[in-house]
Nanobody
Framework: VQLQASGGGLVQAGDSLRLSCTAPGRTFSRYHVGWFRQSPGKERDFVAAIRWNGGNTFYADSVKGRFTISRDNAKKTVYLQMNGLKTEDTAIYYC???????????????????WGQGTQVTVSS
């Protein structure tokens, strides 16, 4: 599965962005997808994840209520709507996919087999 993340950019605090993760392969709809982020010198952190059928979503406490993950399997795309952005949201955002996740592993980046190239999100004060 080849993933492509897009939609990042430079915004001001309080603004919104929508990230997209696309995968042209026909089996993408069968994959769970997660978003992770990483800042220089820091570990890769979980942001949000969604089951293959959209039935369950998971969020990091730091983004709950501000970010929304969703998917449109017909378009082979997973979205991350980010509202109320803060300077601490600045990072490279990666989408990842895997089929074999269970509820306890959605937040663990090491459980994902397939990764996109990342898209930079910069939030200025």
């Amino acid at each position: 599965v080849q993933l492509q993340a897009s939609g990042g950019g430079l915004v001001q605090a309080g603004d919104s962005l929508r990230l997209s993760c696309t995968a042209p392969g026909r089996t993408f709809s069968r994959y769970h997808v997660g978003w992770f982020r990483q800042s220089p010198g820091k570990e890769r952190d979980f942001v949000a994840a969604i089951r293959w059928n959209g039935g369950n979503t998971f969020y990091a406490d730091s983004v709950k209520g501000r970010f929304t993950i969703s998917r449109d399997n017909a378009k082979k795309t997973v979205y991350l709507q980010m509202n109320g952005l803060k300077t601490e949201d600045t990072a490279i955002y990666y989408c990842a996919a895997d089929q074999g996740l269970i509820s306890s592993t959605f937040r663990d980046w090491q459980q994902y087999d397939y990764w996109g190239q990342g898209t930079q999100v910069t939030v200025s004060s």
